[in-house]
């Protein structure tokens, strides 16, 4: 029998898969994290360029609401803003970016992708319980390959 963990597990080893992680030393500002976390999903298709260009629309009108806790970023938008699928990206940031938010600097950029309104659920599920230990958090902060980020996330 499978739990509940363990189907979470598989989503995220399907939604966040290795080419869908990066782990750089830093970036010049909070938009160039962001296009980073863009980059794999638009590679692929999976968001359309205007996606990204709504998140920094909502980001210049309301500021940097998808900074959900110190640290972690998640910029998203609606799916009907050029989502095409279900999907994650990961930027790992050595030396955090400031995004004009009280959880500044920011380490984690986790670009969420939904094809619609509720299929995204249960992903985001996993990722909440993810980025709710605070100490699997810390060891993806302090790691230095995408192999040993990948390895930490899949265990979720």
Known sequence: MITSKQKRSFMLKQFLPL???????????WQQAVQLSAAPLLAEQL???RYVERIFQIHREIGPYYVIAPQ???????????????????????QGVNFGSDNDPVQLVLMLAAKDSE??????????????????????????????IAEIVHRY
């Open 19 to 29: 080419s869908h992680i990066q782990y750089v030393d830093s970036v010049e500002n």
């Open 47 to 49: 968001i359309e360029p």
């Open 119 to 148: 299929s995204h659920l249960e992903m985001l599920s996993a990722v909440a319980e993810l980025f709710s230990d605070e100490e699997a958090v810390q060891q993806i902060i302090q790691s230095t390959t995408v192999s040993e």
């Open 72 to 94: 972690i970023a998640m910029p998203h938008s609606r799916p009907e803003d050029g989502s095409n699928a279900q999907a994650l990206s990961l930027v790992v940031l050595k």
